[in-house]
């Protein structure tokens, strides 16, 4: 795979060299660079999502729709796909070291799949009959809900990472949904529980919704849906919402493809990376501890609420529309905060496992 | 304490799913590079298709511009020799990649004992879904 990469981009250089550009048109050499630089990104985001049990549409949606003029149905649409190729990248990893529950990513998909389906035909139609306002409330509404699962998941603490399931539900118990698996940063089996499944059903369903309507990927609400509703351990909840969102996308991808949102030349070159950078981040997940994981997802939710909130407010017409740089600063700062949780040099959050 | 197996329908979908993965992705790497290689063998004019993106164009608008407007979803069956159909090609191979896993999924479910009926229909089940949506079957 590597080596395809190496080759096609050496191709792309030597054809686009010396190469004609027409009147108003771009040069070769341009789109080549855009091509590299779009396939490095996408191997960051990939890498990052992947460990943070996000999809990566969830970096690369909001950080799109704020930073560039592209048409928000491109971006959506994208964005969805790149959410669905980092899911497919994970999953062979995940399923072959056990940490990613097949059961319970195929039970979550019926929902998750439904929802999403609606969500994205819904976005279609959103496009073609609202105007901007509708969009703007939707975007906030979503950015405080995201807000306060981070806070939920924050003030969570050592019993999310491994929940104390008390009383296991009939309807659960009889899904038998639960797997052990052999936990590499402990060096011992765990030998989990699952309640409320029902419930969690219902979670994912809404969640899918949401995600088909944004593209947004889904791993920032299905990881805590898990964890928090279900009880699922968080890195099994984090591996499992890997293998869901790569199947559950198969299904809502197909309305933005259908409807030509998603452009061929553009959304190529993102997809080798993500492959790379999924493949890579998996690896990388099975190796470390949850609580690393559980401060990167909290610091990307935050950032994800930050830009939706300020996003449907410009929408609204209450503020204007930030400049590039107060989202760097306001990224700066919550990286600055998970990495100094991940030291323990932040006693609230430090809690550890 | 030993390492607990991991189930055969749990390999093989992590397999098929790997193995159609990384086809995609090597489709979609060299995709653009017989999409440049071949300029005037394309839907849309890789020359003015960034800049219409760029400028905030719709999806329409851009098919429309820099093409002979948007062929459909699955205009790749009958133009595998152009660069976008190709690249088009692998995105389907991606998109469509779990309906397949899951097929093979359920397969291996009715093989292992005890036999799991019930999850092999679920994952016959979410691979029609994946198949009817990929049709456009209840396009809107």
Request: with cysteine; hydrophobic share 50%; aromatic share 12%.
């Amino acid at each position: 795979m590597a080596a395809v990469v190496i080759l096609s981009y050496l191709a792309l250089l030597l054809i686009s060299r010396g190469a004609e550009t027409p009147h108003e048109g771009m040069a070769l050499t341009s789109i080549t660079g855009l091509l590299f630089g779009f396939f490095l990104l996408s191997f960051v985001i990939a890498a990052i999502a992947v460990v943070a049990g996000v999809g990566g549409g969830t970096i690369f949606t909001p950080f799109m729709l704020a930073f560039t003029p592209i048409d928000s149905l491109i971006i959506r649409g994208t964005g969805l796909i790149i959410a669905m190729f980092s899911g497919l990248a994970s999953t062979g990893p995940f399923t072959k070291s056990g940490i990613g529950n097949l059961k319970l990513s195929i039970y979550c998909c019926c929902g998750y799949g439904i929802g999403g389906f609606i969500g994205a035909q819904g976005a279609l139609w959103v496009a073609n009959q609202t105007g901007i306002n509708g969009e703007g409330i939707i975007r906030i509404a979503l950015g405080g809900i995201v807000l306060a699962i981070a806070l939920y998941f924050l003030r969570g603490g050592v019993k999310r990472e491994w929940p104390e399931v008390k009383k296991v539900d009939s309807f659960t118990q009889w899904l038998g949904i639960t797997q052990p698996y052999y936990e590499k940063s402990l060096e011992q089996v765990v030998d989990y529980k699952a309640t409320r499944a029902g419930w969690g059903l219902v979670a994912t369903c809404g969640i899918g919704m949401i995600s088909g309507f944004f593209g947004l990927g889904a791993g920032w609400a299905i990881v805590p849906s898990m964890n928090l509703i279900m009880e699922i351990p968080l890195k099994v909840a984090v591996a499992s919402s890997g293998i869901l969102i790569g199947m559950g996308n198969c299904i809502t991808v197909w309305p933005y493809l259908h409807a030509g949102a998603i452009i061929p030349l553009f959304v190529a070159p993102w997809l080798a990376g993500l492959v790379m950078g999924g493949i890579i981040g998996a690896h990388v997940l099975i190796r470390v501890r949850a609580t690393s994981i559980r401060f990167i997802l909290i610091g990307i939710m935050v950032f994800s609420s930050f830009g939706l909130v300020t996003k449907g407010l410009v929408n609204l017409g209450y503020i204007p529309s930030l400049p590039g740089a107060a989202y760097v600063v306001a990224l700066l700062i919550i990286m600055a905060g998970v990495v100094l949780a991940i030291m323990g040099k932040f006693p609230k959050f430090g809690g550890g496992s | 304490m030993d390492k607990p197996k991991i189930p055969l329908s749990q390999v093989v979908y992590g397999r098929f799913i790997y193995w159609l993965c990384i086809t995609a992705a090597v489709i979609c790497t060299i995709g653009p590079v017989v999409a440049i290689a071949s300029l005037d063998n394309n839907f849309t004019n890789p020359h003015y298709l960034f800049t219409a993106i760029w400028e905030g164009k719709s999806p329409e608008t851009i098919w429309l511009q820099v093409g002979k407007g948007f062929p459909g979803g699955n205009f790749w069956l009958h133009n595998l020799n152009t660069g976008d159909g190709f690249i088009q090609f692998g995105l389907v191979i991606g998109c469509s990649c779990a309906s397949v896993a899951l097929m093979a999924t359920a397969i291996a479910y009715f093989r292992e004992k005890p036999r799991a009926y019930g999850w092999a229909l679920l994952s016959l089940w979410i691979a029609v879904m994946i198949i009817l949506s990929a049709m456009g079957t209840y396009q809107t």
